[in-house]
């Protein structure tokens, strides 16, 4: 029965990692099978329809909307640019004048004899997809995007803000404990994904920003921190899409909280290496985590993959867990006993538990439904 538990998080030091680039409309696929790329590499684009923008001509001119045809400059189809002459009618011998002036650059879609309005479409929007993760081509999407695999180092964080960014991983903490502080913020950590421990605070973060650091992976920081950063309150969004200057991950909760030991060793073996992260965090239905991906350069099967994944099997004793739920919430343990008989819990139900012992060395029995496994 202890297999039937869900892993939770995972932190492993190689596996194989899949990401699907995908344009949001159909477009140009750039790369072709087996294509080596880099994070930063475009892969696919397409440009987004512009805005539309209407023009209530016929009522500029003081004519009816079936007169419009006769007073247009330009015909559907035709570009334009802000400030042209779209339509004219004039008056007493060609004395007076009223004139429709295209209001942005665009091209005429619609000139309507029933509404009397012309409709234009701005330029259009080029969007560009990029790789994400240094890896190779295992698939394409015939006008839609690409599938990159790699082998390489994966950790899931527990929440995060900011989108995809990628640069060397620089450890600014000696313990899993250490509080990122102002004076570690220094010029050299431009661009680099930093690795602090158990906290930081936002006027750091902010020094961070204004320093150019494209990331921060930390075992925690405050709510309040959060609303600060951003300016409102969250609530249930999808993070990922906020302009803040970097990507900030937490790897275990909201609060001063140390970094899981195994997280913090393996980040720190991965030092100098090209990370890829992404803050992006949905709660919900469809929980998505944020992510910390070191790409190894190499190729992995899909069979070796499954034989790693395979072997570090389900919930057992060793195990390392995090308590989702209070008391002791965040903390970690390691899982001493499973016993298989339902046990009486405190709300007079009775549901299956296991016994832990905490870093503090006390042991505690608790509902497997308060933890969440740290998947090796």
């Known amino acids: 029965m202890a297999h039937a538990y869900t892993p939770g998080l995972r932190v492993t030091e190689k ?46 001119l003081g004519i009816t909307p079936e007169d419009l045809g006769e007073a247009m400059l330009v015909k559907k189809g035709d570009h334009v640019k802000k400030g042209d002459e779209i339509a004219m009618v004039s008056s007493f011998f060609g004395v007076f004048k009223n004139k429709v002036m295209a209001p942005a650059d665009g091209t005429i879609e619609e000139i309507s004899a029933v509404t009397g309005q012309v409709i234009m479409r701005g330029a259009s929007i ?58 570690k913020i220094t010029p050299d950590l431009r661009d680099k994904i930093v690795v602090a421990g158990a906290y930081v605070t936002y006027d750091v973060i902010k020094k961070a920003i204004d320093a150019g650091v494209r990331g921060i992976i930390v075992g925690g920081f405050k709510d309040s921190d959060l609303r600060r950063i951003l300016g409102y309150d969250l609530g249930v969004a999808i993070t990922g899409g906020e302009k803040i200057g970097l990507t900030l991950i937490q790897t275990e909760g909201f609060g001063d909280m140390k970094m899981a030991g195994k997280t913090f060793a393996m980040l720190k073996s991965f030092e100098g290496k090209k990370v890829c992260i992404n803050g992006a965090t949905q709660i919900r239905a469809g929980v998505m985590r944020p992510e910390i991906i070191i790409p190894l350069g190499q190729k992995m099967s899909k069979e070796d993959a499954e034989s790693i994944h395979h072997a570090s099997g389900g919930l057992m004793v060793g195990s390392v867990i995090r308590v989702i739920r209070e008391p002791r919430f ?44 740290i998947e090796g």
């Open 126 to 183: 080029p969007v560009e997809v990029a790789a994400y993760i240094d890896g190779w081509v295992s698939k394409v999407l015939p006008n839609e995007g690409v599938v990159i695999e790699t082998a390489g180092g994966f950790v899931q964080g527990i929440f995060g803000i900011g989108g995809e960014v990628s640069g060397e991983l620089k450890m600014v903490a000696d313990k899993a404990s250490d509080e990122l502080t102002a004076d």
């Open 15 to 60: 596996t194989l990692i899949e990401r699907e680039r995908r344009l949001p409309l159909t477009g140009e696929v750039l790369v072709e099978i087996g294509a080596e790329v880099k994070a930063e590499d475009i892969v696919a684009r397409t440009n987004l329809p512009g805005n539309v923008q209407i023009v209530k001509a016929a009522s500029i």
């Open 330 to 373: 965040g903390q970690l343990a390691t899982v001493t006993e499973l016993p298989a008989e339902l046990t009486k819990v405190d709300s007079e139900t009775m549901v299956r538990v296991l016994k832990a012992k905490f870093e503090d060395g006390e042991e505690a029995l608790m509902p497997r439904a308060n933890v969440e496994m």
